[in-house]
């Protein structure tokens, strides 16, 4: 204890600069935690004025991740049975939503495929180069179009197994 005081004595400004730092990140942390609470306030007062229709449910859940992490676009995408279909999307062209909206079941060796056979989570930092690696594959060749380069797939839930598809595109990057 003593060491300590000795040295806050003879450095008072570094001290001060380590206090403000500690300080800076605990407001930081408390900030995106109130941002968190307040974004999942908002999506259940969605869902208890949306009685029996979950589409603006899914529209807020997608939104409201999406302002949290500073993404433009992606798409909420629900697994039933051995089908995605995407429930919400945002930012993205019509075409690729519609498509997107499609029930489809993942190709072998797809990101889709990966998260179901366990991954959490399934990064792709080229899409083009995925493009290249799935040629067959509608959604991938849409979404590579898109001009979209990186996109991150996470399994959001265990029972539901909802998952979202953000991106960035290239001149994002």
Do not use: W
């Amino acid at each position: 204890m003593t060491a300590t005081l000795d040295q806050a004595a003879a450095d008072p400004q570094q001290t001060i600069a380590k206090l403000q730092r500690q300080l800076d990140e605990r407001t930081a942390e408390r900030d995106e935690a109130m941002q968190r609470e307040t974004a999942a306030a908002e999506v259940l007062g969605v869902i208890n004025s949306s009685p029996g229709d979950l589409a603006p449910v899914f529209d807020a859940i997608l939104e409201k991740a999406h302002s949290l992490c500073g993404v433009a676009f992606g798409s909420l995408q629900l697994y039933e049975g051995s089908r995605f279909r995407a429930v919400a999307v945002r930012g993205v062209a019509a075409r690729l939503s519609e498509l997107l909206r499609q029930p489809y079941e993942p190709l072998p060796g797809s990101p889709l495929s990966r998260l179901i056979d366990g991954e959490r989570i399934v990064q792709i930092t080229d899409q083009a180069e995925l493009a290249k690696q799935h040629p067959d594959d509608p959604r991938v060749q849409a979404v590579a179009a898109h001009g979209v380069r990186i996109v991150l797939f996470g399994d959001c839930t265990d029972p539901a197994r909802y998952l979202q598809f953000t991106g960035r595109r290239a001149a994002d990057v």
